[in-house]
T-cell receptor, first 112, second 113 residues
């Protein structure tokens, strides 16, 4: 059974600081996804990581994937209040046919 | 380009009733999957459809069912509703090929009373 663990689950930080969210998964997966969810809203796609060593950046967010370690990171640089949200990582194990297995999410609060 | 459309946005049902939720994927997307989100269990995979065929199913009781039509629109049905079925139900569509991700709809918030 594929398991996905995120840490931390809660994170309160100040604007301007850097931080990293970690996502570990238990079995081989061919793609990893990062999503953002604002309260009461749906999931917004941030990144799709397809191969070992993949790194993608969008604004103050950067995601990377190490398939050997079964680890992905989401790095936040110089955080701003607008990045406050819950961030989920998700993986699927079978070429997209198995549906996504999500982590529990990291609830991020960035204080001005 | 229109996104994934889910209807209705909100539903209140009584225990024992049944409910049908609808999802229209992005034009050209033939894969549709459904997820349940609750505060306690988080996001859980329900099932995925491709070309009108269910390709995989999550660990949910048989009360949860779905189908996909020839135009790729999908419905999910929950029969004999229980209080624990109260959740946000999310639908996602994808091309499956080309390394693109899943695009989620706004969800249907189901409350069972």
């Amino acid at each position: 059974e594929l398991k996905v663990e995120q840490n931390p689950l809660f994170l309160s930080m100040q604007e301007g600081k850097n931080y990293t969210i970690y996502c570990n998964y238990s079995t081989t997966s061919d793609r990893l996804y990062w999503y953002r969810q604002d309260p009461g809203k749906s999931l917004e796609s941030l990144f799709v990581l397809l191969s070992n060593g993949a790194v993608k950046q969008e604004g103050r967010l950067m995601a990377s994937l190490d398939t050997k370690a079964r680890l992905s990171t989401l790095h936040i640089t110089a955080a701003v209040h607008d990045l406050s949200a819950t961030y989920f990582c998700a993986v699927n194990s079978g070429g997209g046919a198995d549906g996504l297995t999500f982590g529990k999410g990291t609830h991020l609060i960035i204080q001005p | 380009k229109a996104g994934v459309t889910q209807t209705p946005r909100y539903l209140i049902k009584t225990r024992g009733q049944q409910v049908t939720l609808s999802c229209s994927p992005i034009s050209g997307h033939r894969s549709v999957s459904w997820y349940q989100q609750t505060p306690g269990q988080g996001l859980q995979f329900l099932f995925e459809y491709f070309s009108e065929t269910q390709r995989n199913k999550g660990n949910f009781p048989g009360r949860f069912s779905g189908r996909q039509f020839s135009n790729s629109r999908s419905e999910m049905n929950v029969s004999t509703l229980e209080l624990g079925d109260s959740a946000l139900y999310l639908c996602a569509s994808t091309l499956l090929t080309g390394g693109r991700g899943y695009t989620f709809g706004s969800g249907t918030r189901l409350t069972v009373v």
